[in-house]
């Protein structure tokens, strides 16, 4: 399944229209990187870690996206970053985009619009979140859940632990930015007793995530792309949600939203 998840999106890449076109803009910003093609703009979260031999700095913007996103298939963490990254702001000018998009709901509340929108939803049973959220434990109160985090503090559980946790879990929230560090595909194969819901502003817009046993997507749209661009250069986090993007919710055909 691994290969098959990262091939399947660069063919749908392939079929929009920004797929051979030149990147415009490039910026790995301290917690997030950017790329523009054709004007539209993707997302990933940036490596927490840094390199000072980044041997193509300064030489990205000009090249085709499908060069970046051939990079997909690379082990190196900037350069999966930027393969996500621009793989998103392609598939942003396409068709699949549109439609996916108009049947999403759009939410409110910032980076944790999610889990307020499904915290109704949560009462019953183990809840395990990849991925630490800024203000997660205050919107979470009260309910038996676990955080997994790559980069745990002492509130969370280090990543190893999704193996057995996540197949005992009835929800898990899933942060898309693991398919940048090539995880997701084993992550989404622990997950599938519980009802699982993939989000983030890394995730790329795309019906595949149902065929992988994704229940819910909740992905970003650029409101502002001259406020996100200037916050994300300005090292912001999740400040890109006062008014640079905004969340929103896409149940699988059939689930309750």
Same mark, same amino acid.
């Given at each position: 399944?691994?290969?098959?998840?990262?091939?399947?999106?660069?063919?749908?890449?392939?079929?929009?229209?920004?797929?051979?076109?030149?990147?415009?803009?490039?910026?790995?910003?301290?917690?997030?990187?950017?790329?523009?093609?054709?004007?539209?703009?993707?997302?990933?979260?940036?490596?927490?870690? &840094? @390199? /000072?031999? $980044?041997?193509?700095?300064?030489? #990205?913007? %000009?090249?085709?996206?499908?060069?970046?996103? !051939?990079?997909?298939?690379?082990?190196?963490?900037?350069?999966?970053?930027?393969?996500?990254?621009?793989?998103?702001?392609?598939?942003?000018?396409?068709?699949? &985009? @549109? /439609?996916? $998009?108009?049947?999403?709901?759009? #939410?409110? %509340?910032?980076?944790?619009?999610?889990?307020? !929108?499904?915290?109704?939803?949560?009462?019953?049973?183990?809840?395990?979140?990849?991925?630490?959220?800024?203000?997660?434990?205050?919107?979470?109160?009260?309910?038996?859940?676990?955080?997994?985090?790559?980069?745990?503090?002492?509130?969370?559980?280090?990543?190893?632990?999704?193996?057995?946790?996540?197949?005992?879990?009835?929800?898990?929230?899933?942060?898309?930015?693991?398919?940048?560090?090539?995880?997701?595909?084993?992550?989404?194969?622990?997950?599938?007793?519980?009802?699982?819901?993939?989000?983030?502003?890394?995730?790329?817009?795309?019906?595949?995530?149902?065929?992988?046993?994704?229940?819910?997507?909740?992905?970003?749209?650029?409101?502002?792309?001259?406020?996100?661009?200037?916050?994300?250069?300005?090292?912001?986090?999740?400040?890109?949600?006062?008014?640079?993007?905004?969340?929103?919710?896409?149940?699988?055909?059939?689930?309750?939203?």
């Amino acid at each position: 399944m691994p290969d098959s998840i990262y091939s399947s999106l660069t063919r749908e890449a392939e079929a929009c229209p920004g797929f051979y076109a030149p990147v415009e803009r490039v910026c790995i910003g301290q917690v997030w990187t950017l790329v523009q093609v054709k004007g539209q703009i993707g997302l990933c979260m940036t490596p927490q870690s &840094y @390199s /000072r031999t $980044l041997s193509w700095s300064g030489e #990205l913007c %000009g090249r085709r996206a499908s060069e970046l996103i !051939a990079w997909l298939q690379s082990w190196q963490p900037f350069e999966t970053t930027l393969a996500v990254a621009t793989l998103n702001a392609v598939l942003r000018g396409g068709e699949n &985009y @549109s /439609r996916l $998009l108009k049947a999403a709901q759009p #939410l409110g %509340g910032g980076n944790l619009a999610v889990f307020r !929108a499904m915290r109704e939803q949560l009462d019953d049973g183990r809840v395990s979140v990849i991925g630490r959220y800024p203000g997660l434990d205050e919107v979470l109160e009260g309910l038996d859940y676990v955080c997994i985090e790559r980069n745990p503090t002492e509130k969370d559980l280090p990543d190893q632990a999704a193996e057995s946790l996540l197949p005992q879990s009835h929800w898990a929230f899933v942060t898309a930015s693991a398919l940048a560090n090539r995880t997701l595909p084993r992550l989404l194969q622990l997950c599938r007793e519980p009802t699982t819901l993939l989000m983030g502003p890394s995730l790329p817009w795309s019906g595949l995530w149902f065929d992988q046993g994704c229940d819910y997507l909740a992905g970003v749209e650029v409101v502002d792309a001259d406020k996100l661009w200037n916050i994300v250069m300005e090292g912001g986090g999740v400040r890109i949600f006062q008014g640079g993007v905004a969340y929103r919710l896409l149940p699988r055909e059939g689930t309750s939203a």
